[in-house]
């Protein structure tokens, strides 16, 4: 622990308290452990103000600046999408969602401070929720019943959001649709081939699949969660086998905030969709999963910081390839994805 921050991260903390930061004693806890943070990294301050009780815990979301590791990946379009959904598209949602009743709705959203998008200085301040008692899941565990069922829960309400907008302003929702960045543009098939080619040794046909999935052309999209594995997430406490029950669980999350804008799941979005739209694209989280069981399941000396890498696709390919890992568990998470593909002709 220390008290100095980087000039640009004390700026932007100095402007969360108005420009008062020297009535407060700083702390810099340590930063994200390596493999936590694949495209940012993380400083967690607290300031203590001098003459009272008053505790401000901040998490700063920082992008990675490397020049190989930004050419190579959307960092910049993936921290604007995330900066944009702070200080724009929630605003919205919040300011949607005021016709509600106090129990219904979606907030479990962390307080966004403040942001910066200068280029290669993106930032973003966050209230840090470890000390509200929020913890990371295990990113080594399997979720069981209880969390899939309210990681669904949640996402049914936050998709509601995006609906309820449609349906009372459309042209609004296009709008703020519109602005977000399609961050999988930068490798498409035909036209990066020889990139793609070198990622494209596990699986026949991933890439295209991979890409095919990731675009959405039915008539139900909606705003979401980008990056929706366990590191972004994170629980405060007080399968694979039962999938019409989960996607049940997701719809009806969604139909119970639908009803409270006056609007009906069946002409919004049927459960029968729902289903269709699962069986065609599920093969993007199919792909996600084999390639972010691998990382869950490496050994902690072997797991990959992508800071480390400065000039090359090869380097880093090579390094996930040979990352030592539980091969045990990995083969047993990875076989039940694959006969739950094949048990429902998902394949």
Not at 9 to 25: G, Q
Request: glycine share 4%; net charge negative; proline share 3%.
């Amino acid at each position: 622990m220390s008290n100095i921050l980087p000039p640009t991260v004390y700026d932007l903390i100095n402007k969360v308290v108005n420009r008062d930061i020297k009535n407060f004693l700083i702390s810099v806890h340590g930063p994200n452990k390596k493999g936590e943070g694949f495209m940012g990294q993380m400083c967690f301050v607290t300031l203590q103000e001098k003459n009272s009780e008053k505790i401000l815990n901040f998490v700063v979301k920082q992008a990675i600046d490397n020049d190989f590791l930004r050419a190579a990946y959307p960092i910049r379009d993936i921290f604007m999408n995330e900066i944009y959904f702070y200080t724009k598209i929630w605003p919205c949602m919040q300011e949607l969602q005021k016709v509600l009743p106090p129990t219904s709705g979606f907030n479990k959203i962390a307080k966004c401070f403040t942001t910066t998008s200068d280029n290669r200085l993106e930032k973003i301040v966050l209230e840090n929720i470890k000390f509200l008692n929020f913890e990371l899941f295990d990113k080594r565990a399997t979720f069981d019943k209880e969390h899939v069922e309210f990681i669904l829960k949640e996402y049914g309400k936050f998709h509601a959001l995006s609906f309820a907008c449609r349906a009372s302003n459309p042209e609004e929702y296009f709008k703020l649709a519109k602005e977000l960045k399609d961050i999988h543009l930068h490798l498409q098939p035909g036209k990066d081939d020889e990139i793609m080619q070198k990622y494209n040794r596990c699986i026949e046909d991933g890439i295209e699949n991979f890409f095919y999935n990731n675009r959405y052309e039915g008539d139900y999209s909606v705003i979401l969660h980008g990056d929706c594995w366990s590191n972004n997430m994170m629980f405060k406490y007080d399968i694979l086998d039962e999938l019409d029950y989960y996607l049940k669980v997701y719809h009806i999350s969604l139909e119970e905030i639908l009803k409270d804008f006056g609007l009906n799941s069946d002409d919004i979005y049927p459960f029968r969709v729902l289903k269709d739209d699962w069986k065609q694209y599920c093969h993007l989280g199919f792909i996600m999963g084999l390639f972010v069981w691998k990382i869950k399941t490496t050994y902690d000396e072997d797991v990959i910081d992508f800071s480390d890498f400065k000039e090359n696709f090869e380097d880093l390919n090579e390094k996930y390839m040979s990352a030592k890992y539980d091969e045990v568990a990995f083969k047993k998470r990875t076989r039940e994805l694959i006969l739950h593909m094949c048990e429902n002709n998902f394949l």
